[in-house]
């Protein structure tokens, strides 16, 4: 007789909860680890780059800026002498009414002389600078300059000296005009040249807004030949020394040098601690917005753990490196690549429904510097129609004053060939006027505006928006 038969025990059902724990948590270890994955190849990225900017010699963080900035022994650097210029600069003057350039006075019309309210100011300026001027032109006989500059702040970077050196280019511009107004013309081509050796002292500095200044103070220069070419004649000699002086162009190298910087200081911020780094865009000396510093702050904390600073990062240097190759590329080509890098930038600073998010760094920097190489290359274009203009006026002093029916007349004995113009191409243009004559560039709106020189605004048209008129990059000689 076989026993009789236990029921089996039955075993207690799961819980629907555990199931769906274990579900959140298996989801949970998906995102982390596909977000750990991604990072992981950003930062392989990321890491391959700045491997590859070290073996191309550049620096990629602030310390390495610092010392790719080569120091100049103290016996050949000019900036020894030129702060000591900078020093004792006197700016009682810049409110004169009077003054023109230094002060709230205006030049006159480039055919005409200065008034003699106005070179009274500008002789009493010179005097009160008297100093300063001898420093200056001991100053431009030094080639090597090394400003003592500290960018372990980054974009914080404090640079003292542009103020003083703007100023002081502005004191060597009205010193070259009167000396011109009084025919001293040597020293008046002598002045023009210390003031472009003051603005090329600036050409090392890895910092873009430094190479800004220094395309500003030699535009001053380019101001004074074509002002003084209105209403006096250069010699020979001093025809052929200031040719020399506008053959040396450094823009290409100072420009890579001024993006090269850019990036340090860009890196530098993406790698800020998130507490510092909100501080920053909360700054309104940054061109940040007080208040809600906690909200950016947590967003930046999110940011950074997602990985979208990395992708950021990441977009930041193959900007820059598209940037700065487009430096190795001749105009106008160069323009193209760095008009399709800024759109691109352009781009990714907005956020669309189902687009890419923005990216808050490369956003904040890359769309004010990206702008620059419009700048170099209209400052090209201007010294090259004014060496253009100085070779027409040696044609002039062996041609009894006669002009050549075009530039191709000046090759080979003149100029060995004509300059092209950045922003076409083709060889700068030349224009026969009633009296003199035009060089000119077709300028950054690519139209032929038949040599139209740019006539700013007044502040009540500018402010009510009306269009500027189309004008070209001149240098013009009416004599």
Not at 206 to 235: D, G, H, K, Y
Not at 350 to 379: D, M, Q
Request: contains cysteine; proline residues 6%; charged residues 25%.
């Amino acid at each position: 007789m076989n026993p009789p038969a236990f029921p089996r025990p039955r075993k207690a059902p799961f819980p629907t909860g555990r199931w769906v724990l274990i579900g959140v948590g298996l989801i949970l270890l998906f995102f982390i680890g596909r977000n750990a994955f991604h990072r992981l190849s950003l930062s392989r990225k990321i890491a391959a780059r700045l491997v590859a900017i070290g073996k191309a010699g550049y620096p990629v963080t602030l310390a390495e800026l610092n010392h790719w900035y080569t120091e100049v022994p103290d016996e050949e650097n000019a900036a020894q002498i030129y702060a000591r210029a900078f020093s004792g600069l006197s700016l009682s003057s810049t409110n004169s009414a009077e003054l023109p350039v230094f002060g709230r006075g205006k030049l006159p019309p480039r055919t005409a002389p200065l008034s003699d309210e106005s070179k009274k100011a500008i002789l009493d300026l010179l005097a009160m600078n008297r100093a300063t001027l001898e420093l200056l032109h001991e100053g431009a006989a030094r080639w090597k300059c090394r400003y003592p500059i500290d960018m372990m702040p980054g974009v914080r970077t404090l640079l003292p000296h542009l103020l003083k050196l703007k100023k002081s280019s502005e004191l060597l511009e009205l010193d070259a005009l009167m000396r011109a107004e009084a025919g001293d013309l040597l020293g008046a081509t002598r002045a023009i040249e210390e003031l472009w050796a003051l603005a090329e002292s600036l050409a090392q500095e890895p910092i873009l807004i430094c190479q800004l200044l220094r395309i500003a103070s030699e535009e001053m220069a380019l101001s004074s030949i074509e002002r003084i070419m209105n209403r006096q004649r250069f010699s020979p000699d001093q025809l052929a020394d200031l040719i020399q002086m506008l053959n040396v162009d450094r823009n290409d190298a100072a420009l890579r040098r001024g993006w090269i910087g850019e990036r340090c200081f860009g890196l530098a911020m993406l790698h800020m601690p998130s507490g510092r780094l909100a501080s920053f865009m909360n700054d309104p000396a940054q061109g940040g917005e007080t208040g809600g510093e906690w909200s950016v702050l947590l967003g930046l904390w999110f940011m950074r753990i997602s990985g979208h600073l990395d992708r950021d990062e990441l977009f930041f240097l193959e900007s820059t490196d598209s940037y700065i190759r487009a430096i190795d590329v001749r105009c106008p080509e160069r323009l193209q690549l760095s008009g399709a890098v800024s759109r691109n930038v352009a781009q990714v600073r907005l956020h669309r429904k189902g687009g890419t998010r923005p990216f808050i760094i490369s956003g904040l920097l890359l769309p004010s510097i990206g702008k620059v190489f419009e700048k170099v290359a209209t400052h090209s274009a201007h010294c090259r129609t004014a060496a253009v203009s100085l070779s027409l006026e040696q044609y002039r002093l062996r041609h009894k004053d006669s002009l050549p029916s075009g530039l191709e007349e000046l090759v080979p004995t003149w100029a060995g060939q004509i300059p092209t113009d950045p922003f076409d191409g083709r060889p700068l243009r030349y224009k026969r006027l009633v009296q003199g004559y035009v060089v000119y560039s077709i300028g950054a709106d690519c139209e032929d505006n038949d040599g139209s020189e740019r006539r700013p605004l007044s502040n009540v048209k500018h402010r009510t928006g009306v269009a500027e008129p189309a004008f070209d990059i001149t240098f013009t000689v009416e004599r």
